[in-house]
């Protein structure tokens, strides 16, 4: 059967598909739709005999018979070849000459010589080479009168259009009303033209089914002029519906968000730009909101990634749904919206407009499971042209904005403001003078002296990070460290004062001084680091130092959150030799509980509760609490901020085993502290 054999309509000049049937997957193993617009040459066992082929069948094609017979080698998809028989025939335009041809294709294998037929295809059968490509095969005559009526209309595309064949060759208007208006204008002036030139037709025109299915046809025909003035156009209506689809979302895939079906952040910042020209020449204003969904790491922890998709996608839905005409909405990337309002000349309407995009969030999400999904957003707003004049400039604004709204969550919305933007290109330089400072090793660690209170002995040392800068000052912690927690880089500058506080125990140590041990802070940034157990062998114990000379400081927040985690790490630490402090204690709310089970030697009064002793008894009873406690467990305690004498005895007489401040000495660089305690040693003994 011949439509069980591959059949190929192939453009003249290019070789390219224009249309396949079934049958070529079942034959080469490709997909109709892996081919259409590719060139044959992939059919070819090689492009040398790609290119004999065409030298071949061109040259018989165009002889008088614009037939073309062989036995030729081919290629299926994965690579094997077979023998194949070829039979092409071409469609003229008398006009442009050679449209394009029908190729034929029969696979060989297995067939012993004998059954091997001349032209066995079956060419001369219309209805055959009409029901194995997809579209249709038509004759169309005028007769001398200019009446025109089909001869012959057959296909799978006659059915698809819910055609009657039969009424159709007398009336071809059943035919030209399922096309879209303007496109049969075009095929009908096509018709009356190529009658007149004899030219030939190749349009693209659009029909639509009784069921309203949109179908995109390539009309190729040739007119003849018979001997008594009879006109026939033979061709062929191909099926492209499949291209033009392809073509179609392809080119809305480049300005739309795959996921959403919003804008995409491209096309979104073109709008604007046309919007901004608008509203410059009518004097109007233009307010900019950007959107991040607070929760949706909850989200996608709970439902996964698809469920965090679905949750976009319904946020998506709710905001074209409920903003006003006029608005433009995209999804800029992530979690993040971005939305243009119109801005009437009150305040209450880009009021109103806020108060639309928080109803969004109203209702929970609908995730498919019992218990819907509540999420909120924070959202920032920028204004043209009291905030920016500029596409870039307002984006730049709103993301401002944007970031300032997302880290303040007891806030919904957060207006920008010159001196925010101020405030954060601040920020931003200082991150990276920061990186730089980091890279370059050039943070240094102070150490303030650890006083016993007992007899006034050097018991040890807490390293402080500081910041030296060219003219001689120094960046104090409190200027950068928050920002590197912010940002991820406190780790970084964790490890960094280990390799120094390392170093300079072995210069110590090789210059004479007897060395004490000296605390180094960890936060919880950097405490949760599963590289930290790693980054403590290579940075002290692999440099030769005993391990006992260097104490890590833990906050609070170091294992509340995960308190398996953190004692799962300590235990490794310990296990090396490493002592723990707590730092900062009494600050939080929950460090009491973990005391006895994790393994802590040391425990440090904040500050801010020493600071107090002498004038608030509240204050003065709680630190009496915390050392009567931590001696039950047997912890040492070290008193921070101490400042005077009086402070020093309140604290002796407490129980406290040891205090630090600026009564003993401020934080010292490295070189400074073996003057320093030879000094303090000549004192006690009174040298």
Not at 463 to 483: C, E, N, T
Not at 508 to 531: L, M
Request: hydrophobic letters at 40%; proline letters at 4%; one cysteine or more.
């Amino acid at each position: 059967m011949l439509g069980d054999n591959p059949v190929f309509v192939v453009e003249w000049h290019t070789r390219r598909i224009l249309a396949c049937n079934d049958a070529v997957t079942r034959v080469f193993g490709f997909n109709p739709e892996e081919l259409l617009g590719h060139d044959t040459r992939c059919l070819h066992v090689s492009d040398t005999a790609f290119e004999s082929f065409a030298l071949e069948s061109e040259a018989l094609l165009q002889s008088e018979h614009n037939t073309y017979h062989c036995r030729y080698r081919m290629r299926r998809k994965d690579g094997s070849e077979f023998p194949s028989e070829n039979l092409v025939q071409v469609i003229h335009d008398h006009e442009e000459g050679r449209v394009a041809v029908v190729s034929f294709v029969r696979d060989l294998s297995g067939c012993d010589s004998a059954d091997l037929p001349g032209h066995g295809l079956g060419l001369d059968s219309a209805h055959a080479l009409s029901m194995t490509i997809p579209g249709a095969v038509f004759r169309r005559i005028r007769d001398v009168h200019g009446n025109d009526r089909y001869t012959y209309l057959a296909g799978q595309l006659v059915d698809e259009l819910g055609i009657d064949p039969d009424a159709a060759r007398e009336d071809p208007s059943r035919v030209f009303n399922l096309m879209e208006p303007n496109d049969r204008q075009l095929l009908e002036s096509a018709i009356q033209s190529t009658a007149r030139s004899g030219s030939g037709i190749d349009l693209v025109v659009r029909f639509h089914s009784p069921s309203g299915k949109q179908y995109w046809l390539r009309i190729i025909s040739r007119p003849t002029q018979l001997g008594d003035g009879t006109i026939v156009w033979d061709g062929l209506a191909i099926d492209i519906t499949g291209e033009k689809q392809a073509q179609a979302h392809a080119a809305w895939l480049a300005d739309h968000d795959r996921l959403t079906g919003l804008l995409n952040r491209a096309e979104f910042i073109a709008h604007i730009e046309r919007a901004l020209e608008a509203a410059h020449k009518h004097s109007q204003q233009i307010a900019l909101a950007r959107l991040a969904v607070r929760g949706m790491f909850k989200v996608n922890e709970k439902h996964g990634l698809p469920g965090g998709d679905a949750l976009l996608c319904q946020i998506a839905d709710r905001l074209d749904d409920t903003l006003p005409e006029g608005s433009i909405i995209a999804r800029s990337h992530g979690d993040v919206f971005l939305v243009k309002l119109e801005i009437p000349d009150n305040d209450g309407g880009l009021a109103a407009g806020l108060r639309t995009l928080q109803s969004a969030f109203d209702a929970p999400f609908d995730l498919g499971d019992l218990n819907p999904a509540h999420v909120s957003a924070s959202i920032g707003i920028a204004r043209y042209p009291e905030d920016a004049d500029t596409t870039d400039d307002l984006l730049r604004a709103v993301a401002l904005a944007g970031d300032r709204a997302h880290k303040h969550p007891e806030v919904d919305y957060e207006f920008y403001d010159r001196e925010i933007s101020e405030a954060m290109r601040q920020r931003f330089q200082l991150e990276d003078r920061l990186r730089q400072a980091i890279a370059e090793e050039q943070l240094e660690p102070y150490y303030q002296p650890q006083i016993s209170l007992s007899d006034g002995r050097l018991v040890g040392l807490e390293a402080l990070v500081r910041w030296p800068q060219a003219d001689g000052s120094l960046i104090m912690p409190g200027a950068f460290i928050p920002l590197a927690e912010e940002v991820g880089l406190s780790g970084r500058i964790g490890r960094l004062m280990l390799r120094r506080v390392a170093h300079d125990l072995h210069t110590w140590s090789a210059n004479g001084w007897t060395t004490v041990p000296v605390a180094v802070n960890c936060s919880a940034r950097q405490f949760r680091d599963t590289k930290l157990v790693r980054a403590y062998e290579q940075e002290v114990l692999e440099q030769g130092l005993d391990p006992g000379l260097i104490h890590l400081e833990l906050t609070e927040t170091s294992f509340i959150d995960n308190y398996d985690n953190a004692k799962r790490i300590m235990d490794q630490l310990n296990g090396l030799g490493v002592t723990f402090s707590i730092d900062d204690f009494g600050t939080g709310f929950s460090a009491l509980s973990y005391l006895s089970r994790l393994p802590f030697r040391v425990l440090k009064i904040d500050r801010s509760f020493v600071a107090e002793i002498l004038d608030e008894a509240h204050q003065r009873n709680v630190v009496q609490g915390l050392i009567q406690m931590a001696s039950t467990i047997g912890l040492y305690i070290i008193a921070e901020g101490v400042e005077t004498a009086e402070q020093e005895a309140e604290l002796r007489c407490m129980g406290s085993d040891a205090a630090q401040g600026f009564y003993y000495s401020p934080a010292l660089p490295a070189a400074d502290i073996p003057h320093w305690h030879a000094a303090l040693s000549k004192k006690l003994d009174g040298v």
